[in-house]
């Protein structure tokens, strides 16, 4: 199984504590994952890639950070009402 793999199943699936439906500060909360992936001991199994491709992931991560805090904050107008539909389709 690839890193890709196991990222996409780990967004897809839930099991992450990524919620890539709520939009806001989404990809804040996305590269807060990805820097601090490389801590936790399921990461560093073979099954999820080569050391390389998970060291990438952790600095595309940290480097990524800060525009991704100034993008979601420029699009809180919009991440905020999505958010709220949302939250009022979720069945009681």
Same mark, same amino acid.
């Given at each position: 199984?690839?890193?890709?793999t196991t990222f996409d ?13 709520? *939009?806001? =500060? ?12 490389v801590f936790r *001991?399921? =990461?560093?199994?073979? *099954? ?18 800060? =525009? ?18 949302? *939250? ?5």
């Amino acid at each position: 199984m690839s890193l890709g793999t196991t990222f996409d199943n780990k967004i897809t699936s839930g099991t992450d504590p990524v919620d890539t439906r709520k *939009k806001v =500060f989404v990809g804040t909360r996305m590269d807060s994952w990805a820097a601090t992936v490389v801590f936790r *001991k399921e =990461f560093w199994t073979e *099954k999820s890639g080569p050391g390389d491709v998970r060291l990438l992931v952790w600095v595309i991560g940290i480097v990524d950070l800060p =525009f991704s805090i100034a993008m979601d904050t420029i699009l809180l107008p919009y991440t905020i009402p999505h958010d709220s539909r949302l *939250k009022d389709k979720e069945p009681e």
